[in-house]
C-alpha cells in the first residue's frame, strides 16, 4: 500500500533531497559524529505519483490508493544511502502508515536496529528531540507536509541545535497564497495559523497595504494585497535566514504539471562553521539549481 502525492515535481523533491542525502553522508563517513536522518512527515515509504493537485487545497489528507505505479517515498530514499545513517527517525502520525513504516525493518534488515518509525505529531515530537547535547550528534531533517502544519517553534528548535541541516517544504501555492486574500479580509483561525507558521504577526504588514474607498458619503478603510509568489517565498526564506547560521538563497518552486506553483523547497543549515556552512551550502544551491 503506498499513497498518492503529486506527479513529477514529489520527484523532482525526492531526488534533490536524495542528493543531498547522499553527498551529506560521504562526506561525514569519516567523521565521529552520529548521523541521524529524520523525516518528520514520512508517509508509508513508498508514494505514487499521480497528480493529485486539485484535492491539495488547504491541507486534506489524501485518500488511499491502491496503486501499481509507486516509486520510492523519502524514507527509502534515505535507507537507500550508502553508507549509511547511524539512525533513522521516522515520524507519522497516521497509524496505518506507522505500521508500513514499521515493514520497512523486515525490507531492509541490515537496518532494522537503525529504524525508528515513530507514531507522532512531528512538531511536538521535534520540539523534544531538539534538546539537549548535540556535540556528538549531526542531523538532516527533511519536513515534508501536504499545508502549513509545520509551526515555527519547530524550526527555531531545529536550528537551535545548531548541528541540524533543513529541507523544508513550504506550502507556497497550495495554502499560503490562497489564504491570502486580495481584501485582506482573513479569518481569526487563518491568522492564527499564518502567524504559527511564520512565527511572527509582520506577515500581515509584508503582503497588505492599506487602502481609502471614498464615495460620495464618506470613506472606508480596508486593505489590498500586494504579495505575489515571489515576495511570499522571499518573505520566508528571510524568515529562515533570522534563525539559521545560512539559507539556500535560491529555494525552488515547484510546479505542478500546469504549470502552477505548489511548494517552494527551501535549505538551511544550522552549524556556523564557516566551512561547514560554506560547503553545505554551496551543495544545496547547485542541486537547487540543477535540471
Ligand atoms: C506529503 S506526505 C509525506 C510524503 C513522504 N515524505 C514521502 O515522500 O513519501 C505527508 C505525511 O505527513 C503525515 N502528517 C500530517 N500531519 C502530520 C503531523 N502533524 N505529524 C506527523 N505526520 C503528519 C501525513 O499522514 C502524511 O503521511
Redesign the pocket.
Known amino acids: 500500500m503506498t ?1 498518492s ?1 503529486g506527479g513529477k515535481w514529489a520527484q523532482e523533491k ?1 531526488n534533490k533531497v536524495g542528493s543531498y542525502l547522499q553527498t551529506y553522508a560521504t562526506a561525514l563517513k569519516n567523521q565521529k559524529f552520529h548521523l541521524i536522518y529524520v ?6 515509504g513508498y ?1 505514487s505519483l499521480k497528480e493529485k493537485d486539485k484535492s491539495q487545497l488547504l491541507l486534506p ?1 489524501f485518500t488511499e490508493n491502491d496503486v501499481k505505479d509507486f516509486v520510492a ?3 527509502i530514499n534515505a535507507l537507500e544511502v550508502k553508507p549509511p545513517f547511524d539512525e533513522y527517525v521516522f ?4 497509524e496505518k ?1 506507522i505500521s508500513e513504516l514499521n515493514n520497512l525493518k523486515s525490507d531492509y534488515p541490515n537496518l532494522a536496529d537503525k529504524i525508528f518509525p515513530i507514531s507522532a ?3 511536538d515530537y521535534l520540539r523534544n528531540f531538539c534538546q539537549g547535547d548535540w556535540r556528538f550528534k549531526r542531523a538532516i531533517v527533511f519536513l ?3 499545508g502549513m ?1 509545520v509551526k515555527w517553534n519547530t524550526i527555531e528548535a531545529i536550528a537551535k541545535t545548531q548541528a541540524i541541516d533543513l529541507w523544508i517544504l513550504f506550502p507556497l501555492g497550495v495554502a499560503v497564497n490562497r489564504l491570502l486574500r486580495k481584501d485582506g479580509k482573513i479569518s481569526e483561525p487563518v491568522k492564527q495559523r499564518l502567524d504559527e507558521m511564520f512565527g511572527t504577526q509582520d506577515w500581515f504588514e509584508a503582503f497588505f497595504k492599506e487602502k481609502e474607498r471614498r464615495s460620495l458619503f464618506d470613506i472606508q478603510r480596508g486593505f489590498e494585497k500586494t504579495a505575489n509568489l515571489d515576495s511570499i517565498a522571499e518573505y520566508f526564506n528571510k524568515r529562515l535566514e533570522s534563525v539559521f547560521a545560512g539559507v539556500a538563497r535560491n529555494p525552488l518552486k515547484l510546479h505542478n504539471s500546469k504549470n502552477n506553483p505548489l511548494y517552494l523547497l527551501c535549505f538551511a543549515i544550522g552549524n556556523p562553521n564557516p566551512k561547514a556552512k560554506g560547503l553545505a551550502l554551496k551543495l544545496a544551491n547547485h542541486i537547487l539549481q540543477m535540471r
Not at 39 to 44: E, M, Q, R, S, V
Open positions: 499513497h502525492f525526492l523525516d518528520a512527515f514520512a508517509g508509508t508514494v489528507e517515498g523519502s524514507a515520524i507519522e502520525k497516521n502508515r505529531d512531528a512538531n515534508d507536509p501536504y502544519q
